[in-house]
């Protein structure tokens, strides 16, 4: 099993910055990509972004330009830096596991908030 917990979320003002870390546990061995997703209240879980363990990256369009998501392979922890933060993005920002034979784990979230 894989244990994932998000930190770095809070309420910043529009145009600020925030980053994100997902600390992962466990069986992280066997972990081939890892993601960040977002949930906004009245809206589904959205990708926000992706990274393989070779460091191959996806973005949603909505991020692009703004957040940078990467790893640390050695310390088992992933990051989002968000820039140029927007109002819409706020949400509860999950990170997520997928092992190489496909089973998902999912962090409990952690809350950002941006104000206009």
């Known amino acids: 099993q894989v244990q994932l917990v998000e930190s770095g979320g809070g309420l910043v003002q529009a145009g600020g910055s925030l980053r994100l870390s997902c600390a992962a546990s466990?069986?992280?061995?066997?972990?081939?990509?890892m993601g960040w997703y977002r949930q906004a209240p009245g809206k589904q879980r959205e990708l926000v972004a992706t990274i393989t363990t070779g460091g191959k990256t996806n973005y949603a369009d909505s991020v692009k330009g703004r957040f940078t998501i990467s790893r640390d392979n050695a310390k088992n922890t992933m990051f989002l830096q968000m820039n140029t933060l927007k109002p819409e993005d706020t949400a509860v920002y999950y990170c997520?596991?997928?092992?190489?034979?496909?089973?998902?784990?999912w962090g409990k979230g952690t809350l950002v908030t941006i104000s206009s």
């Open positions: 466990g069986s992280i061995f066997s972990i081939n990509v």
């Open positions: 997520k596991a997928v092992q190489s034979y496909g089973m998902p784990y």
